[in-house]
DNA sequence: GAACGTTTTGTGAAAATCTCCAAAAAGAAT
DNA sequence: ATTCTTTTTGGAGATTTTCACAAAACGTTC
């Protein structure tokens, strides 16, 4: 017993699942070993005990997203980032989880690795606890072989994603003989997000970013990389039939978890259409920088748009407005409008976009503009006498929706 | 008695309203000269007796439309272009003519005025025909002197209305100047109507033209000029309440007369937005043009509109599709959307279209489709499915609208 | 042709929208 | 102050639209 207390753990051994069998013995209870971004790296097979979380996490090769979120929330987590020493988590029933304790695996003052042990039909004792301390510094090498291991294929995948993003890759065979090299299966349809951070994004924000990215389970992301106050992803969705919904999903998500677990505010996420073709990684990207630009040009109107698809109207409204300043063009309805809510100081200019942004539809217009229904009718059929509009007529609306948008922006 | 018979016009008089004086004494009865266009140019005094058509003629300087349409239809104008005989007109109560007889005045075998002769209570004999004659033939002189002091001023103006149309004349001030040079009152708003005509215009076709546009009385033309094929049109609405509406009516019905009573076909309307400032002539004459050429891209939706404004999102479409074109864009929603069409033989981007054409009416997509609402109703959940839309996204349903159409256009 | 999924059509009830009228309120004009 | 016009609001009743459900028709696949 005294040996073991010493250290029981200078060995050498092969793999990593051969040392969690040993903690597992020394400690004998189940033993998993996971990296920073909690993806399964090893876990004891001696003892043939468990609970659902562990089942969930040995079958996925990483800890469900659910169970993450639960740790975070609770604390577990975030007390593991600040300590070297062990924690104990309580039973929490509904995400299947047993008591168990954990540690974190430290490289300097980084955190690289956690080990859990889950206390089966006994709780750990003090000295049990100095015992996985000592696990924990025994696994630190191991880990960071790994690591270095990854770091060298990250970096060239870094590199083959600029290439895609640049478009210096030619052929579509070109890039899918590149992502073979990097072992990795080309998406068969993929979209370019990017999160546009407010300030440059540092070396410490990146790894919590990192982080993120890893531990999500939404969607795919085969190649990241950052450039100054930009996240580049390339992404795509598990769920072929609406691929949108999941990367909206995954856009909101990511956005709320920076700000809650980071505090890292006014992330802005901008995504690109779906494509088939590896080759138009480039026109996917251009499409995701031109999605942030028109979400900073009409901030408000575009608040819930991520994505070039949804930007609906607002794709065209820059090149629009350059025309019709060449051609000094005026809207006859608007200005008639305008005319009149000036003299009588009216408002059917609000009225008309309240009444367009709500797709025609009286009541929620009413609503929004504090007015009886009847209110509006009565508006709207003045706008229709004094601009000469037809409401029937999709064509009209159009013209009448862009130039009032277009007006909104040369105001600003 | 004899005398009179022989020639008793063959006198001297100084203007135009004695020699009508004079007719009507030789007649005994009440006498009208017009010119080709039906306005007024003399009128007899001596004789007080008239009929509600001559008053209104005499009051507007010209002989009211419906008066000109009813001689028109009736084949009392045709016949008079046709012979140099008198033609005798029953009575039309419906529009105040009593019994008259008119004859048409000739230069060459061009016809360049009228005399009426109303007959208050008693007809007039072969003998008064006879005389008619003579004093169509008396009064030539005299319009012809009219006419060519007319055909000066209007070089004039054509001049300077072109100078106008190509933006020639800089400063507002320099404008209503040469408007009051020619004796003009510069409008208070106008617009440039332009008609164009499947052929070049020809003398004929312009003496037509000529006829039409001075018998016209919906709205005031206060230039116009023959450019090839086009006929230009310096227009104002008399009724500033809805110029849109006045100017959509003359140009409706200019086409139809032109059909019907000449019967000249193909004649396409296009017509600015209305202005106050005459440096925007140049604007408004592009206006039209751009109009012609895009009823030309787009002959089938564009149909039934003559106006810039009307045109809606027609009026900057191509500019989109130049856009989409270098950005190899495509709508996902539309290419999934022509994928399943593909795939299962159906027609949702048809049913799509119609929907979007009919202001998301069901009701009235349904019936253009042929199909019961409930089918119509389905179809669309089937879109936003399929297509990944929402219908209640007025800024969706405008991309895929445009998409659409671009689509079409590119098709062709 | 049986089995299956998809599409079309029909029905009826609930919800909404529209129409019309009238009264009140607010502004403008005299 | 008063008249007149314009605007707002309310409510009742008619009309439409929407929605859910079910049956029938159609197409595909085995």
């Known amino acids: 017993m005294n040996t073991r207390l010493h250290d029981p753990f200078k060995t050498a051994f092969d793999s990593l699942d051969e040392f969690a069998d040993l903690i597992s013995q020394v400690l004998m209870c189940p033993i998993t070993i996971e990296d920073a971004n909690h993806r399964l790296l090893a876990y004891s097979t001696h003892d043939e005990r468990t609970d659902p979380a562990r089942i969930s996490t040995i079958i996925g090769r990483r800890v469900p ?31 299947g989880l047993n008591h168990r304790v954990a540690i974190s695996i430290w490289k300097q003052d980084e955190v690289i690795g956690f080990i859990w042990a889950i206390e089966i039909d006994k709780l750990l004792t003090e000295e049990d606890f100095i015992l996985l301390k000592k696990a924990a510094d ?35 065979e070109e890039i899918v003989d590149h992502f073979h090299s990097l072992q990795i299966t080309p998406p068969a349809s993929f979209a370019v997000l990017v999160f546009q951070f407010q300030e440059n994004i540092s070396n410490k924000v990146e790894q919590s970013i990192s982080y993120l990215l890893k531990t999500n389970q939404r969607i795919k992301i085969t190649l990241y990389t950052i450039d100054c106050n930009q996240l580049i992803l390339l992404v795509s969705a598990t769920n072929l039939e609406s691929p949108f919904n999941d990367l909206d999903q995954f856009a909101k998500y990511f956005v709320l978890q920076m700000r809650e677990r980071y505090g890292i505010k006014g992330i802005k996420p901008g995504y690109s259409s779906i494509f088939e073709d590896h080759q138009k990684t480039n026109k996917a990207y251009k499409e995701s920088l031109s999605v942030l630009s028109i979400k900073e040009k009409f901030p408000l109107d575009t608040n819930d748009i991520f994505n070039y698809q949804k930007l609906g109207i607002y794709q065209i409204l820059d090149m629009i407005l350059e025309k019709r300043q060449t051609d000094a063009y005026e809207n006859y309805s ?13 408002n059917l200019i ?27 009718n009565y508006r709207l059929k003045r706008i229709t006498e004094i601009g000469e509009v037809n409401f029937k007529d999709p064509n009209q609306k159009m013209v009448l929706y862009l130039d009032l948008k277009l007006e909104k922006y040369q105001r600003i």
């Open 65 to 95: 997203e659910k169970v993450i979120n639960q740790l975070w929330k609770e604390g577990t987590i975030p007390a593991l980032l600040k300590t070297q020493d062990p924690i104990r988590v309580k039973n929490m029933n509904d995400i």
């Open 334 to 346: 608007l200005k008639r409008l305008h005319e009149y809510d000036e003299k009588h100081n009216s």
């Open 350 to 376: 609000e009225t008309l976009e309240v009444f367009l942004n709500k797709d025609n539809n009286i009541n929620d217009a009413a609503k929004e503009l504090n007015v009886h229904a009847n209110t509006l």
């Open 138 to 172: 025994a696994a630190k090498n191991k880990l960071l072989q790994l690591q270095t291991r990854k770091n060298k294929k990250e970096e060239r995948s870094q590199e083959f994603f600029w290439k895609l993003l640049t478009g210096h890759l030619k052929t579509t």
